[in-house]
């Protein structure tokens, strides 16, 4: 299915950007700003 592969290619990329900012001296707002993209995203898909 096209929405579980958009769903586990957002996963994988909330993953990268989040350890990447969490490895970044921390870096709380970047690591929010990820769940947040990673929230729309998963609206996006549960409105299609």
């Known amino acids: 299915m096209i ?3 958009s769903l586990a290619a957002a ?3 909330l993953l990268a950007r989040f350890k990447q ?3 970044d001296d ?3 707002a ?3 700003a990820a769940l947040f993209d990673f929230a729309g995203t998963v609206n996006r898909l ?3």
Do not use: L, R, V
Request: aromatic share 6%; glycine share 12%.
């Open 11 to 13: 996963c994988e990329g």
């Open 46 to 48: 549960i409105e299609q």
């Open 21 to 23: 900012a969490m490895d």
């Open 30 to 32: 970047g690591a929010i």
């Open 3 to 5: 929405q579980s592969e």
């Open 26 to 28: 921390f870096n709380t």
